[in-house]
């Protein structure tokens, strides 16, 4: 084994190369490129920033693409666990129910509740809720309203089979329409005043 024995030779690049692999430093680079990098930034979680024509944020240590419904989903997608106490929430429609309602789970409506009850505050917040769905129903009924007292008394149709059809309403009866629905819409303000 004297002269035919294999000498491997180590370069400066191996070298360093098992330097930063002690030094558990695995993105080090040992060779210098040439030519075209691109610039390589850190983000943390919350960062939003934008990248090739797209909005993009970090979640969970997730990188995702910001999306203008994002709020919307936010609001109709239940969490797994309560916002609130952080318990799961695995009651089914009753934790879906009052998380569309109050944003947190069964449990914490009932401690809550459990406590207005105590304290006699418990009638208030309810009339409070009675209140705000029937303010909520109130703006519904002004857009329709709206809509009828902008529609014309002439409005046509496409059917499946492609004929247009021209319906032909009669004001008097749209006039009455519209005053049972402010008739209708000033006793629920009288409701709520009272």
């Known amino acids: 084994m004297s002269d035919n024995a294999l000498i491997k030779e180590f370069k400066g ?6 330097r930063n692999l002690v030094s558990k430093d695995y993105t080090a680079k040992t060779t210098t490129q040439i030519g075209y990098t691109k610039k390589h930034q850190q983000h943390k979680e919350g960062d939003v920033w934008e990248e090739s024509g797209r909005k993009w ?4 240590g997730i990188k995702q693409t910001v999306n203008k419904l994002d709020g919307i989903k936010k609001l109709v997608v ?12 695995v009651k089914g429609r009753v934790d879906k129910y009052m998380y569309s309602i109050h944003r947190k ?4 409506v009932i401690e809550y509740e459990t406590k207005l009850k105590a304290e006699g505050k418990f009638e208030d917040y309810q009339n409070n809720i009675k209140k705000q769905t029937i303010s909520v129903h109130i703006k519904e009924l002004e857009e329709v309203l709206l809509d009828l007292s902008m529609a014309t008394s002439e409005e046509s149709f496409v059917t499946e089979d492609g004929d247009i059809e021209n319906w032909k309403v009669k004001d008097d009866h749209r006039q009455e329409l519209i005053e049972g629905i402010k008739e209708y819409i ?4 009288d409701m709520i005043n009272s």
């Open 186 to 189: 000033q006793k629920l303000k």
């Open 57 to 60: 944020t970090i979640k969970n």
């Open 105 to 108: 789970c069964f449990d914490c």
């Open 13 to 18: 690049r191996d070298i360093q190369r098992l």
């Open 78 to 89: 239940m969490p797994l666990s309560c916002p609130n106490c952080g318990r799961p929430m």
